[in-house]
């Protein structure tokens, strides 16, 4: 079955880029029914859409972070990546990725990543 | 795009019915057929158990069911139990590909 693994570092100095890798295994990326997010869960809180890419590397981006967000994808390493810019405390989170069928096949977020730990802190 | 918004807390014993409300705007719960709830335990990733306002994915339990109206979506848990005991969160389509989550509403199983 189809599984995603979030990679990279644990520890980002304020005012740096955070990135992020997310691995897909058993199933393509490539596949025209789902998009392929990032959401993130500071210590504590809620969860926050970050944005999402399709395949053909058209991406989405939380209005709240798009200025400091980049997503892309490598459909021949079947994985896609997040940048997060000028990262701050409050910054710090589990980021997870997800598969997100597509709006007219489920729109919902069907299969997620274990998640990953990012403290930003000098 | 504002979070959605879900009690912080709700309660119930074993076997009991529980409902958590999710408010959202025109522009998001009640523009669109496509809010998911999530079960989440502590230290794990969430759990899919709605999408499109009613549907369950296979797997998850019938107790767990969805419905919406006007601009809030529920999420009514049946004959709960001790393993229902979770952070739970609303998810809506807000449009132009993007989405938005609720705060998120940990039940307790007295």
């Known amino acids: 079955q189809l599984q995603l693994q979030e990679s990279g570092p644990g520890l980002v100095k304020p005012s740096e880029t955070l990135s992020l890798t997310c691995t897909v295994s058993g199933g393509s990326i490539s596949s025209s029914s789902y998009y392929w997010d990032w959401i993130r869960q500071p210590p504590g809180k809620g969860l926050e859409w970050i944005g999402n890419i399709y395949y053909s590397g058209t991406t989405y981006y939380n209005p709240s972070l798009r200025s400091r967000v980049t997503i892309s994808v490598d459909t021949s390493k079947n994985q896609f990546s997040l940048k997060l810019s000028s990262v701050t405390a409050a910054d710090t989170a589990v980021f997870y990725c997800?598969?997100?069928?597509?709006?007219?096949?489920?729109?919902?977020?069907?299969?997620w990543g274990q998640g990953t730990m990012v403290t930003v802190s000098s | 795009q504002s979070a959605l918004t879900q009690p912080a807390s709700v309660s119930g014993s074993p076997g009991q019915s529980i409902t958590i409300s999710c408010t959202g705007t025109s522009s998001d719960v009640g523009s669109y057929n496509l809010v998911s709830w999530y079960q989440q335990h502590p230290g794990k990733a969430p759990k899919l158990m709605i999408y499109?306002?009613?549907k369950r994915p296979s797997g998850v339990s019938n107790r767990f069911s969805g419905s919406k109206s006007g601009n809030t979506a529920s999420l009514t848990i049946s004959g709960l139990q001790t393993e229902d005991e979770a952070d739970y969160y609303c998810c809506s389509y807000a449009g132009s590909t993007t989405s938005v989550f609720g705060g998120g509403t940990k039940l307790t199983v007295l």
């Open positions: 499109e306002g009613s």
């Open positions: 997800a598969r997100h069928v597509r709006p007219g096949y489920g729109g919902a977020f069907d299969i």
